[in-house]
């Protein structure tokens, strides 16, 4: 049986519509992390390996990206 894709958002996410959503439950069984635009949740996603994904949310924790708006 294929594990069909839980979409999470952020919490942190404001609800201006510029968010994307990730199918993180998807990292242990199949090896990636797919990633969507939540405006457009019917349009292909984004499939990023696990190990990628993780070590791009740990740079963010460590504050190894500036936030410019």
Same mark, same amino acid.
């Given at each position: ?17 510029? @968010?994307?959503?990730? &199918?993180?439950?998807? /990292?242990?069984? @199949? ?13 292909? &996603? ?5 190990? &990628? ?8 924790? /460590? ?7």
């Amino acid at each position: 049986m294929t594990e069909s894709p839980r979409w999470f958002k952020s919490s942190y996410s404001e609800n201006g519509g510029a @968010c994307v959503e990730i &199918a993180a439950n998807l /990292a242990n069984s @199949c090896g990636v992390v797919p990633v969507r635009d939540s405006k457009n949740p019917h349009h292909p &996603a984004l499939t990023i390996a696990s190990g &990628a994904f993780e070590t791009f949310v740990g740079s963010l924790r /460590a504050g190894k990206f500036s936030r410019t708006n």
